[in-house]
């Protein structure tokens, strides 16, 4: 069973379409009791990174990630959902992240749009099980994860710089683009992960 982490903020509706379109067996819940009995968990997210923490935090969520990560069971970040897995984020001020993964968030470089928005070139750069061979994915964002431990980083894509795509730090796994959203590549991704594959 995964478990979809229902906290009023993000891709909640099309994460648990493209789960039922899997036939994954999915529940989109904030009762941290019924999270703890499912097998791996998604954090989803779309906005701003101080709210989405915020918010996180009233729920009591933060701990309960944190928890959840630190007993070694997996989870996925979505968007946010990923960058809400490093240390902290520049936007709208500093502000602490679950910090399951070192690194920040900062804004992307200067381009021809400062928000990235739709489909970019995915490209693994170190042998890994999430993203195995590259391909496009859906993206919109406007701020990226920097990883302090390169080791972290499994993706990287290129939207006026290069900056990571995908993260990784053993049960812990964060994706920059949405599956959900980006056809075979996407859902493929989300498939492996729910059935354990990665």
């Known amino acids: 069973m995964i478990g979809v982490i229902q906290y009023g903020i993000g891709n909640i509706g099309s994460v648990k379409n493209a789960?039922?379109?899997l036939n994954i067996p999915n529940v989109v819940?904030?009762?941290q009791?019924?999270?703890s009995s499912c097998d791996r968990l998604i954090?989803?997210?779309v906005g701003a990174f101080e709210p989405a923490m915020n918010i996180l935090s009233d729920l009591k969520f933060d701990s309960f990630i944190k928890d959840w990560a630190n007993d070694g069971k997996p989870i996925l970040g979505i968007c946010l959902g990923m960058q809400l897995l490093l240390s902290s984020s520049e936007e709208n001020g500093v502000t602490k992240g679950l910090g399951l993964i070192s690194g920040h968030v900062s804004p992307l470089l200067e381009s021809d749009r400062k928000i990235h928005i739709g489909w970019n070139k995915v490209e693994p750069i170190a042998k890994n099980d999430i993203i195995t061979e590259s391909g496009f994915a859906y993206f919109v964002h406007s701020y990226a994860?920097?990883?302090e431990n390169e080791s972290h980083i499994i993706a990287q894509t290129t939207y006026g710089e290069s900056f990571?795509?995908?993260i990784q730090k053993n049960n812990v796994i964060g994706v920059q683009f949405h599956p959900e959203k980006s056809q075979d590549f996407g859902l493929?991704?989300?498939r492996r992960f729910s059935l354990g594959e990665i």
Do not use: E, V
């Open 188 to 190: 493929d991704i989300l």
């Open 145 to 147: 994860c920097r990883q």
């Open 43 to 45: 954090l989803p997210g």
């Open 164 to 166: 990571t795509s995908a």
């Open 19 to 21: 789960l039922d379109h």
């Open 33 to 35: 009791n019924q999270l």
């Open 29 to 31: 819940t904030a009762d």
